[in-house]
């Protein structure tokens, strides 16, 4: 965590026990405010047990935990209306019309109904508003539940697995929302099983595995920690040959080939979020 | 609990509800039933028919005198015709029950103790209407003769569950009787059918995660009782306007429907919290309704003592027995304070039920 930022998320030493199932195995982190946090990992690895209990849903079995500075057990009336949550199912009310779900969860939270037809706008509902969810397609209804998280104006927005199942189109959409959110200061507490995505949103991403988290820091320190040092060469010969970084002897040839004018062309080979995860955890997401 | 929650659950289930197939048909079945046997059946209870053929030879005052010892409950019908043989003529056509031939100077005869001959005619066939009017016909001439009577009869009215059902359809008659099981049968339907469905769904549908982002389970369950209890209001005025249904007694009818109705929303969300799907609900709600609408089709009805044991302790007997007084505005059952301690003791029982769920829900 960035240390000159207030911590909006605190989590200390927390456990969860369903029962003989140990879910999460004295975890501890902070998240930053108006900071992208990702926790990544397996199903079961404790991703959305983590969220129900961060969003006063679940109480944790020991440990401690803090959002906007206030306990999630103790304090989890203060919390409520500072948090919003976009769940990993589609939980809408299927009868009601995208205008209507964001009128009734206006009055809920006691914000002006108008604030529904912003969010409409926002998500680029409007002329969907007035149909029932039911004839939503999934991309409409998931940027409908990112709608309904805003309308109390989170300081803490939770989305927990945000684009599973959607369409490559409406996930790009999904994605450039949140950066906007970002850049308006809101602190996203984001789950994924994509990579990918992990890499373009968060500022730092934690790896939970078996209910404990192995790795935490930004994707690019992750990769370079744990990707190869390794670069592809392509010469004039069309013949490709890897070399590492790190290699005195590889860096010799290198720069013999360059000296000669025989490279086309240089890819590093610094790894991804997902080499990381295999090499953390054993096996990709 | 706070009613700045509740209300806008309250008011989005309200409108959101009632599009639910299984919501609309809950209410408008018990509903529909109401107004169909509010056509069918009559106030009035079927009352004993009885036809008299007569000839007279002169005036006689037999027939009014007939007509005044039957009184109200029989219908007596006293036709005249010109001959003995026409007479004879109605009763083999099974037209009349029983037949008089009435001689000149019979009402004189009889005053004066004469002994006159009356010719009665019936057929050999059973006829309880020939044999009641023979039994009329015997009082009115001692009567008309200026005879005392052997004994003074006192007709003394006792409790329905001694008396039968007889005498509770009598006074209700069999239209009112079957409304009131009506009435029972909609707070029933809504409050164990459609409040369940409505929790279920929200359980199911995963959108209670989403309200209880902001709101408590118990801001949630209050807002689907209210739900309930203005679905019973609304169809209840629907039931009552439409079938005229108006008790004679009108703060026990409204204090029983709504010790009634809180006891059945009560369980609706009992059932509601424990079945996690609308569609199981759904399934299973057969079963789980029918012995509870059942016990008030039997109230009054004269059932075996464990039944009648039974029926003193289920709400919706009770209920029933509390609704018959309030339409008649008479005491069949007496002890109505009883009636209301079953029906809010099996509802109370419900609620700690449910405050130890939400509690174990919460934690």
């Keep these: 965590m960035d240390g000159s930022r207030t911590p909006m998320v605190t989590v200390e030493h927390l456990t969860k026990h369903y029962g003989a199932v140990r879910a999460l195995d004295g975890i501890s982190f902070s998240v930053a405010e108006g900071e992208v946090f990702g926790l990544l990992g397996h199903n079961g690895a404790g991703k959305t047990t983590t969220i129900r209990m961060l969003t006063g849903r679940a109480r944790p079995t020991s440990g401690r935990a803090t959002v906007a500075g206030y306990d999630v057990v103790a304090e989890r ?3 409520k209306p500072l948090i919003n ?11 009601l019309t995208g205008r209507e779900t964001l009128r009734f969860f206006a009055d809920l939270y006691g914000v002006p109904r108008a604030r529904a037809d912003e969010l409409l706008a926002l998500v680029g509902l409007t002329e969907a508003a007035g149909r029932k969810v039911k004839t939503y397609s999934s991309g409409m209804k ?89 670069a592809v060469v392509l010469l004039d010969d069309r013949c490709e040959h890897t070399v590492r970084l790190d290699d005195p002897a590889d860096a010799e040839r290198l720069a013999g080939w360059m000296r000669d004018g025989r490279v086309l062309t240089i890819h590093s080979q610094e790894g991804t979020l997902e080499d990381v995860f295999i090499a953390l955890a054993g096996r990709p997401l | 609990m706070r009613l700045k929650l509740i209300l806008p659950i309250f008011r989005k289930d309200v409108r959101d509800a009632i599009r639910d197939a299984r919501v609309l048909v809950a209410i408008l079945v018990p509903l529909g039933l109401g107004l169909l046997y509010g056509q069918i059946f009559d106030d009035e ?45 109605q009763v083999d056509a099974e037209k009349a029950d029983l037949g008089l031939v009435i001689p000149a100077g019979f009402d004189a005869a009889v005053r004066q103790g004469r002994s006159p001959e009356l010719t009665v005619i019936r057929t050999s066939a059973t006829n309880s209407s020939a044999d009641f009017a023979l039994s009329l016909l015997d009082s009115t001439l001692r009567t008309m003769a200026g005879q005392t009577p052997p004994a003074t009869i006192q007709t003394d009215v006792i409790t329905a569950s001694d008396q039968g059902a007889g005498a509770i359809f009598e006074d209700l008659g069999p239209r009112r009787y079957v409304l009131l099981a009506m009435v029972v049968m909609l707070i029933a339907m809504i409050g164990m059918l459609v409040v369940p469905v409505i929790l279920a ?60 109705s809180v006891t059945m929303i009560a369980f609706g969300l009992l059932l509601g919290a424990f079945f996690k799907n609308a569609n199981q609900l759904n ?30 302790v289920l709400p919706t007997s009770q209920a029933g027995q509390l609704l018959i007084n309030a339409l008649s505005g008479r005491d069949y059952f007496g002890n109505v304070w009883l009636g209301f301690v079953v029906i809010l003791a099996w509802g109370l029982a419900a609620f700690l039920l449910l405050a130890r769920l939400l509690q174990r829900r919460e934690a």
Aim: charged share 20%; aromatic share 6%.
């Design chain 1, 77 to 79: 009336d203060k919390i």
């Design chain 2, 283 to 312: 399934t299973w709600s057969g079963f789980i309704i029918l012995p509870v609408i059942a016990p008030v089709f039997l109230v009054g009805l004269g059932m075996p003592r464990p039944v009648e044991l039974l029926l003193k």
């Design chain 2, 45 to 89: 209870a079927p009352k004993l028919s009885i036809n008299i053929a007569y000839t007279a030879a002169e005036t006689t005052t037999l027939p009014d005198a007939l007509r005044t010892a039957a009184g109200p409950a029989v219908e007596l019908t006293v036709s005249t015709f010109d001959s003995a043989a026409a007479v004879r003529e």
């Design chain 1, 85 to 95: 949550l976009v769940f990993e199912d589609q939980n809408l009310y299927e009868r």
């Design chain 2, 201 to 260: 769904e929200e359980a199911e549908k995963k959108t209670l995660d989403a309200l209880v982002m902001v709101a408590s389970y118990t801001d949630v369950i209050a807002a689907k009782a209210l739900v309930g209890l203005v679905y019973m209001v609304i169809s209840l005025g629907f039931l009552l306007s439409l079938t005229g249904l108006s008790p004679a007694n009108p703060a026990l009818f409204v204090a029983a429907v709504l010790a009634l």
């Design chain 1, 142 to 230: 998931q940027r409908l539940l990112i709608a309904r998280a805003l309308v109390n104006q989170p300081r803490v927005l939770f989305l927990d697995e945000p684009t599973r199942g959607l369409d490559p189109t409406s996930a790009r959409e999904l994605r450039n929302l949140v950066k906007q959110l970002r850049r308006q200061g809101t602190t996203v507490f984001l789950t994924t099983h994509y990579m990918e995505e992990a890499d373009e949103l968060c500022d730092r991403v934690a790896f939970l595995s078996q209910g404990k988290i192995v790795a935490l820091d930004t994707p690019r320190e992750l990769k370079l920690r744990y990707g190869q040092r390794s």
